[in-house]
Each structure stands twice: as structure tokens, then as C-alpha cells.
């Protein structure tokens, strides 16, 4: 079963910030916490990942909190091509599988 | 520096048949596993692969099979198809599953058909 908990929709205006929560209450201390998103027909594509501290790139920034129970990824500027479903996911180092929610599905609208 | 590559994009098979799924991962990436994704059942992990071996193993039936070659190419087998193998298939690459931190990068996957 998935670890995380997200809500199913969400909607944004183009320009604004798109706030995206992710509840992971049951994560462990080695578990990494990893935003990726997928377009319509197309693989799902690596945003950002981070432990603890928040991590920003050129796509988004995570903030985690203090206890590592939420998270929130931010795209700061949201396009119309930002529409996609985003997922959340915890992982261990050294273990490639990812385990999948339902995710986030943003609608980014002009 | 390519993507990961899968042939083909779209595949057409019959209840009964069997099918073959190629992967191509990143140059220099080493590990690749394997997704399915439904309507139904989102994304779901089916296998990973290292070096040639096995590492993981999702909750699949033994229809399901892969393998990985020495350069790092990687093929996954469905026998007997049934009509709930309609998916998109979809594989990952990274450079090591080891103690690195890395991201997987995905394909486009391929869309499975079963009719």
C-alpha cells in the first residue's frame, strides 16, 4: 500500500504558486520523500526529492517539515503545461521500487 | 543525453498469446525496473533489475517475467495473455539501486492491448 496520502484534485490559476500537500505520518528515518509527475500519455517524470531540509531546482522546491510527516512541493509559477497528475512518494535508499498512490491532479487553469 | 527508449509504443495481441516488451535504459544507467499502469490499479511496481539479476519482485503472477542483458538493456515477457493485461508498461532506469541517492527516470512505456 501506498504511504502517502494526497488529495485527488486541485486546481491553480496560471502565474500563481501551485502548493501541492503530501501526507507521509509513517515515514521512517532512511526514507526519501519524491515528487514526480506524469502528463497525459507519457511517463512519469522525476521533479525533486529530499530527506529533511527543503530542496529547491529549476522545476520546484520541497518543503518538509520539522517531524517529516508532510511535505508540500511548490511550482512557484504555474504554467498550463504544469497540468498532471503529481505523485508523492517515500522510498528507501538503495531500493529501486517505487510505490505509488493515486496522486494529485492538478488542473492549472489561464 | 537520450531517454529511456521502449519499443514498441503500441502493441495489439490476443486473449492466449504471448508478448515481448524491450527497454533501452540511459547510457551508463545500470538498474531497471519495470511498472503497469490501469485505470483501476494506478501505477503498480512489477520487477527490478541490477547486473543482470533480479532484485525485486511485485505481487504479479509468474506470467510476468523479465530479464536483464549485460549492457543493462532490459525485456519483460507477458505469456498468456489476458484481457486485464491491458496497460501501459512502463520502465525505469537509474545508475545504481545501490547506496546512492538517485532518481528513476522513466519511459514512455508501451500500450498493451489484449483483445
Known amino acids: 500500500d501506498a504511504k502517502t496520502t494526497q488529495p485527488p484534485s486541485m486546481d491553480c490559476a496560471e502565474g500563481r504558486a501551485a502548493n501541492l500537500p503530501c501526507n507521509h505520518s509513517?515515514?521512517?528515518?532512511?526514507?526519501?520523500v519524491y515528487w514526480y509527475r506524469q502528463i497525459h500519455s507519457q511517463g512519469p517524470q522525476y521533479i525533486i526529492h529530499?530527506?529533511?531540509n527543503n530542496e529547491t531546482n529549476e522545476m520546484a522546491s520541497l518543503i518538509i517539515t520539522e517531524d517529516r510527516k508532510s511535505s508540500t512541493l511548490i511550482l512557484p509559477h504555474a504554467t498550463l503545461r504544469d497540468t498532471a497528475v503529481y505523485y508523492c512518494i517515500v522510498r528507501v535508499v538503495g531500493v529501486g521500487k517505487l510505490i505509488f498512490g493515486q496522486g494529485t491532479e492538478l488542473s492549472v487553469k489561464p | 543525453k537520450a531517454g529511456v527508449t521502449q519499443t514498441p509504443r503500441y502493441l495489439i495481441k490476443t486473449r492466449g498469446q504471448q508478448v515481448t516488451l524491450s527497454c533501452s535504459p540511459i547510457s551508463g544507467h545500470r538498474s531497471v525496473s519495470w511498472y503497469q499502469q490501469t485505470p483501476g490499479q494506478g501505477l503498480q511496481f512489477l520487477f527490478e533489475y541490477f547486473s543482470e539479476t533480479q532484485r525485486n519482485k511485485g505481487n504479479f503472477p509468474g506470467r510476468f517475467s523479465g530479464r536483464q542483458f549485460s549492457n543493462s538493456r532490459s525485456e519483460m515477457n507477458v505469456s498468456t495473455l489476458e484481457l486485464g493485461d491491458s496497460a501501459l508498461y512502463l520502465c525505469?532506469?537509474?545508475?545504481?539501486?545501490?547506496?546512492?541517492?538517485?532518481?528513476?527516470?522513466f519511459g514512455n512505456g508501451t500500450r498493451l492491448t489484449v483483445t
Open positions: 509513517t515515514i521512517s528515518g532512511n526514507e526519501y
Open positions: 525505469a532506469s537509474s545508475i545504481s539501486p545501490g547506496q546512492s541517492v538517485t532518481a528513476l527516470h
Open positions: 529530499g530527506l529533511k
